[in-house]
């Protein structure tokens, strides 16, 4: 060892490289080791915000290993496209939000040619007889990164049962506020999409601390993070109007 | 690897153990004396932002732990054999590939706490105390007091993290681990909960342990 020169570009080259490969080999084994954990808590996740969307509090007290159970119980899982024509052959969980996602235009609307799929759960009643909610998963775009979300709609497929919001990087504290469930309350409170036969969404207002209990189509904002708040706006009205044929389809 | 390894330990002539009274104050002095958060102020931009919670304080503290121990003893090994030139990119890729294994433990293990810490993980590359510590102690000096350094200043950034969690979360949300304590009619208080309750309670503890301890900042 005494004998290499330390400073040789040759001794720098070569230490890099085998070092480089150790972590490298190290971070690989870690990584595929894990990875089926991973994915198990990210499908727990998944089926947790889809009952959660419909159920809300209900769901706080469930165990994690009931979580599943509950899930296969209740839920019919399928998937749609923006024609509202259900897609065979496609698993929901199978589906990328986020590359669907890149098939939308700036404003929203599909870009042209391409066929968008959009997974559906249906919260079953009890004794399995008839839906009781419509939960549509939405995906977006907030202030700094990703946000996407479950929507939950009633029998009526025109009130807001409830929704679930997360994100990738909005700020803490501010934009990052979208999971509490103090502002997805907020959504809670016999919120429509509808106003009439026309889709107008439900619009998350900027200030905070104001009452639109009278404004079925506006909901209190998060102080000091209005863009959050428009991304997530964006998102609701973006999907609701990319389900709105399977919406009008099955409206009661 | 292993063969660089004992040439440095061939080296080594005289041992002394490895609890010997020096190596002890390696793990007692960041403790309270040099403590890395309220003497050195380092690693404060962590502290302020994870010290919401109890629990996501407590996964913070045993990463941060378990990188420094690894990457101090690593670089402690490694010490003879890194090209000085590239020894800061050899550092930040030994801490780099630990933080990254430790995300994705956390990932597996603690989806729920992975996900309140988020960035928070990340970053504890460019936490001052680890860099720190590689660059002031492991370079110089052999794994066995690398270690005990390394579990020190862990400890020692445990020590200041915990109580801020604590009052954070009595004060902010009214309880502790996830417990209520000051019962439902509690309001919680924003600032606690803001990164500046942090700041305030952090403050708060530099001045009580500098007095205590009769700190005076050199002229």
Redesign the interface.
């Known amino acids: 060892?005494s004998k290499l020169n330390?400073?040789s570009s040759g001794?720098?080259f070569g230490?890099?490289l085998?070092?480089?490969l150790?972590?490298g080999v190290?971070?690989s084994v870690?990584?595929g080791a894990?990875a089926e954990?991973?994915y198990e808590?990210?499908e727990?996740?998944r089926k947790k915000f889809i009952l959660k969307a419909a159920l809300g509090d209900k769901i706080s007290d469930v165990e994690k290993d009931k979580i599943s159970e509950m899930y296969s119980n209740l839920v019919k899982e399928s998937v749609v496209n923006s024609s509202g024509e259900t897609i065979d052959g496609v698993a929901a969980n199978s589906v990328n939000l986020k590359n669907e996602y890149k098939k939308l235009e700036k404003n929203g609307s599909l870009k042209e040619g391409e066929t968008i799929q959009l997974p559906m759960y249906q919260i079953m009643s009890e004794d399995g007889s008839s839906v009781d909610y419509y939960v549509m998963p939405t995906y977006g775009f907030g202030l700094w990164d990703n946000i996407w979300g479950y929507v939950a709609l009633a029998k009526d497929l025109n009130t807001i049962q409830g929704l679930v919001l997360d994100h990738k990087?909005e700020t803490?504290?501010l934009g990052a506020r979208i999971t509490e469930d103090k502002v997805q309350d907020r959504y809670r409170n016999d919120k429509k999409i509808f106003d009439g036969d026309k889709l107008v969404s439900v619009t998350m207002k900027k200030g905070e601390g104001n009452d639109y209990s009278d404004n079925p189509h506006a909901v209190d904002g998060m102080s000091g993070a209005t863009l959050t708040a428009d991304g997530v706006n964006n998102m609701i009205d973006n999907y609701m109007n990319l389900y709105l044929s399977f919406i009008n389809a099955n409206k009661k | 690897?292993s063969t660089?390894t004992q040439?440095v330990e061939e080296v080594v002539k005289e041992r002394e153990p490895l609890f010997s009274k020096k190596n002890r104050k390696l793990i007692t002095n960041p403790l309270d004396a040099d403590n890395p958060i309220t003497v050195q102020v380092l690693g404060v931009c962590s502290a302020l932002?994870v010290t919401v919670k109890l629990i996501p304080t407590l996964y913070m503290c045993i990463s941060v732990l378990f990188v420094l121990v690894f990457s101090n003893v690593a670089i402690s090994l490694l010490r003879?054999?890194?090209?000085?030139?590239?020894r800061i990119?050899?550092q930040l890729?030994?801490v780099?590939?630990l933080v990254?294994?430790v995300d994705?433990?956390l990932?597996?293990?603690a989806?729920d706490v992975s996900k309140q810490l988020?960035?928070f993980v990340g970053l504890i590359i460019t936490n001052c105390i680890i860099m720190g510590r590689l660059e002031a102690f492991a370079l110089a000096n052999k794994p066995g007091p690398a270690l005990m350094d390394a579990i020190g200043n862990g400890l020692g950034y445990a020590a200041i993290l915990i109580p801020v969690a604590f009052f954070r979360e009595l004060l902010g949300s009214g309880s502790l681990f996830g417990f209520n304590i000051l019962g439902e009619g509690y309001p919680g208080n924003g600032v606690m909960?803001?990164?500046v309750g942090a700041c305030i309670v952090l403050g708060l503890l530099i001045w009580f342990q500098r007095s205590r301890n009769g700190y005076t900042e050199e002229a």
């Open positions: 060892m330390k400073n001794y720098i230490f890099a085998l070092i480089i150790v972590c190290l971070l870690v990584s894990l954990r991973q808590e990210r727990l996740e990087g803490p504290g | 690897m660089e040439a932002a003879n054999v890194i090209p000085g030139r590239i990119i050899v890729l030994v780099a590939s990254a294994v994705q433990v990932q597996a293990y989806y988020s960035v909960m803001s990164p």
